[in-house]
């Protein structure tokens, strides 16, 4: 019975990892990523085809206090990042408790809408999440990226 339970739990465990979005920290000063998921991509590059939108949640565990959070989402192309738009940028309306406190763990939920007219290319795509009274990075984190038709 309690093989039967450990295996289960192993089980349950690989599930949440085959889920998440493989990705590179790129400095997190103020937080610990903690999970990292985008729609349809468990494997790099992530493909993205042109006239589809694709959700992404980040899990961050915060490391100091912060009144409120920013998204920033940029693409980057040949070492130039060029923001993505995401509509909404503030993280309180993104599902952080704000004012969020050192120790909370937030899941912040947004939207990457691949226009029809993004070119095909490869590219890195870099997401920070920035406590703006601290003006340092909750999370910051890259992934490579495919845009196809």
Known sequence: MFLLVILGLLC??????????????????????????????????????K????SMNLTVQAKAPSATATVAL???IGGIP???PIGEPNA????????????????VSFSLPVLSS??????????????DDQKND???LQFPATITS
């Open 82 to 84: 060029v923001p993505f």
């Open 138 to 140: 909750y999370a910051c």
């Open 12 to 49: 349950c465990s690989s599930n949440l990892v085959w889920s998440a979005t493989p990705f590179k920290d790129c400095g997190s000063p103020s937080g610990t990523i903690q999970l990292f998921e985008v729609t349809d991509c468990t494997t790099v590059p992530c493909k993205f085809i």
């Open 118 to 131: 993004y070119p095909a290319i490869s590219l890195y795509v870099k997401i920070e999440l920035v406590a």
């Open 74 to 76: 940029h693409g980057i």
């Open 51 to 54: 006239g589809h939108t694709y």
């Open 92 to 107: 309180c309306k993104l599902g952080a408790k704000c004012p969020i406190a050192s120790g909370d763990a937030n899941v």
